[in-house]
C-alpha cells in the first residue's frame, strides 16, 4: 500500500526506495548478517560507551592463527559468530528460560515451562566436532 501510493506521489521516490530495498536485500544475500546492521535489535536501544579494553577473537588451527579475513562474509560469520555464541550460551539459556518462564506464568501455562526445552547441552567436544566441519 505504501509504494503504491509513493508511486502515484512521486515516481522518482519510489524507484528510489525500491532501490534502496534491493540494494538492502542484495547486501544481505552477498554479504552476511555484518555488512547489513541495521535489522539488529539492539543496534540504537542506547548509548554505546567507549572502553578501554577492546576484545579480539583470534582462531587457531593447527598452532597457525586463521587470518579469517581472507574470507567472505558469511563464511567469516559462521567462523567468528558461532564460537562467540557458544560461549555465551550458558548464560544465555538461563536468560531465555526465565524470560518464557515468567510468560508462561502471568499467562497460566506454567506447566509447559520446562527448563530442558531452552537449554543448549552441547559440550566442548561436540561444539568443536561440528566447528571443525566449516574449517
Known sequence: ???????????????????????????N???????TPIYQFGMYRGIMHKTDTLYVLHIYLNNKKLDVSKYDFPIRDILVCSVLNYQKSSHINVEIYQTFEA?????????????????????????????????
Open 1 to 27: 500500500m505504501f509504494i503504491k501510493n509513493l508511486f502515484k506521489f512521486n515516481r522518482l521516490y519510489s524507484i528510489v526506495f525500491a532501490g534502496f530495498v534491493l540494494l538492502f536485500v542484495f547486501l
Open 29 to 35: 544475500l552477498k554479504k552476511g548478517l555484518i555488512a
Open 103 to 135: 510468560i508462561f506464568n502471568r499467562i497460566g501455562y506454567s506447566n509447559i515451562s520446562n527448563e530442558s526445552f531452552f537449554t543448549n547441552n552441547i559440550n566442548d567436544t561436540q561444539f568443536l566436532k561440528w566447528y571443525k566441519t566449516y574449517l
